[in-house]
């Protein structure tokens, strides 16, 4: 595609889409090895995820020492082992300021392609990206950063569309104060779903919370042992010993409907599924006792009506249905021959450790599924590959 004569052209080493955590530490990790480059951000902010997008009770699950970016300081002792969602974003707005990012917001990504008019006079294929403003961007190295949670899933149910009440993905809900004395069914089990499930007990809302599979359920504590012990300790003893502490602590589960995975510990768990363990935070002491209910999968919403019918074929009237179920990658949906480096789901093709590096010039920072830690070892393997592609030509 040519170039027209409104377009503006920038010209950079590295385009990385995204300044949500991955892309800011790409960008500092680049910028550390003298590597120009340039972040695109959708939004008007850095981490909007964070700031929009975040109910306001969430917490980080992993303790703070497993939370840093490259080359930033440790935490402060004065910040909390487990730190809210207003101290990272503090914390990611200090990083912005020690490095002087500076992301172009407002850069909505329509399309990226690797093609030859973008090569110019010196006749290499390069990357070239277009955003809605009407910019083109340039690069021999292009970094997708724009994150695992890219828009959010709300999964198909049978007569949905005629439910009597409110509909909201967890994306849109901050607190449970606008739902004081009413019925809400959170659809999804995960750690969203579990907390705002508790989130809406301490409002004063009736929560039930949708079960239909087996997941592991720890504490923080369990998490933060294991995560020390996986320094030293193979990962399949690590899970023995977490595994056993949990089943011990949350023996009484499954009578109330929550089963955990029979073949796997939880760290194998997540590091062959992706499913992170569900870390309880007081959800579980609310269903003992009979505050907030388990109820299995949703078989159909009853037209025109607040009935839903579950599995077992028992019916229940609900005020709202908050869909906890997570998000979607959306690179598929700009990134042409996205196929070098994600699969139809627009998650990364090659599995771990290598699941960064793609073809021709292109990487992904920030879909590893470990967090703030695995966003760190992204940046700096990234910009270690480029710098030696860079040094080879």
């Known amino acids: 595609m040519e170039a027209t004569i409104n377009e503006a052209v920038h010209r950079t080493s590295v385009v990385i889409i995204g300044a949500g955590p991955a892309g800011l530490a790409t960008s500092v990790c680049l910028s550390k090895l003298s590597i120009t480059n340039t972040i ?73 392609a690797r093609d030859d008019v973008a090569a110019g006079t010196s006749g290499k294929k390069k990357w070239r990206v277009e955003t809605a403003r009407g910019e083109v961007y340039v690069a021999e190295f292009l970094v997708v950063a724009a994150g695992e949670n890219g828009v959010p899933f709300v999964p198909e149910v049978d007569g949905m569309e005629g439910f009597g009440g409110v509909t909201l993905h967890s994306s849109g809900y901050r607190n449970g104060e606008e739902f004081k004395g009413k019925d809400v069914l959170v659809v999804g089990c995960g750690n969203s779903g579990m907390e705002i499930g508790l989130d809406l007990c301490n409002h004063g809302a009736r929560a039930s919370i949708v079960v239909r599979g087996p997941f592991h359920v720890v504490t923080r ?57 569900v870390i309880d935070v007081g959800t579980v002491d609310r269903i003992r ?75 992904c920072a920030g879909y590893s599924m470990m967090g703030i830690n695995g966003i760190s070892k992204d940046a700096a393997a990234i910009s270690e590959d480029i710098i030696s592609q860079i040094m080879k030509n």
Not at 255 to 267: D, E, M, S, T, V
């Open 40 to 112: 695109l951000e959708k939004e008007q902010v850095t981490c909007s995820l964070w700031k929009h997008r975040a109910y306001d009770r969430l917490r980080l699950h992993l303790a703070k020492q497993y939370c840093n970016l490259p080359f930033a300081p440790p935490h402060a002792a004065s910040t909390p082992t487990f730190m809210s969602k207003d101290h990272f974003t503090a914390y990611v707005e200090s990083y912005v300021s020690r490095f002087q990012l500076e992301p172009r917001f407002d850069q909505l990504v329509t399309r990226a």
């Open 221 to 277: 504590g369990m998490v933060h042992l294991g995560m020390q012990m996986l320094k030293y300790v193979k990962m399949k003893y690590v899970d023995s010993i977490v595994a056993s502490m949990a089943s011990f602590y949350y023996r009484d589960l499954p009578k109330y409907g929550i089963h955990r995975p029979a073949l796997q510990g939880p760290f194998t768990h997540k590091s062959t599924t992706g499913k992170t363990p």
């Open 289 to 363: 006792a009979g505050q907030i209910q388990v109820v299995p999968g949703i078989e159909r919403v009853l037209r025109g009506t607040n009935e839903v019918e579950f599995a077992d074929g028992t019916t229940r009237r609900f005020h709202a249905i908050l869909f906890a179920t997570g998000y979607r990658s959306s690179a598929n949906s700009w990134l042409e021959d996205f196929s070098y480096i994600f699969n139809g789901e627009g998650m990364p093709k090659n599995g771990m450790p290598n699941h960064w590096k793609g073809e021709n010039g292109i990487y």
